[in-house]
């Protein structure tokens, strides 16, 4: 038996809510029955970590914002930031957003602080 990658287009309507479920089956034209499964709809809002009117971000597409601050850069106020801000809510609260160290479940420590000056260094 091999494997296989399954990749699904989804089409989310425009007045979908964060919440709501869509169930997606494999395709009636095919040959092959997949089964189903249920998505759910979530909004990922990023959090002012510093309350500078400027929502972190995400700079490389990967799920992480390493842009604290929210300024378009990776830069070491971005570590700095982090630091001081790591037992906030807006922090732990998004603790998906910051899990530079990779560790689960996804807790936000100095070890992800850690890991973002590694990231820092190397840009």
Known sequence: RGSATLVYEVEI???ADAGDTFEISSNADSDV???TDVIEVS?????D???NGQPAQD???DGLYEDVTGDGQLQIN????LFYNRDSDAVQNNAQLFNFDGQEPASIDVSDVQALFVLFQES
């Open 13 to 15: 309507p425009d007045d």
């Open 33 to 35: 029955d997949l089964g």
């Open 43 to 47: 909004d990922v809002v990023p959090p």
């Open 49 to 51: 970590v510093n309350d």
């Open 59 to 61: 700079l490389d597409g």
């Open 78 to 81: 971005d570590v700095q930031v």
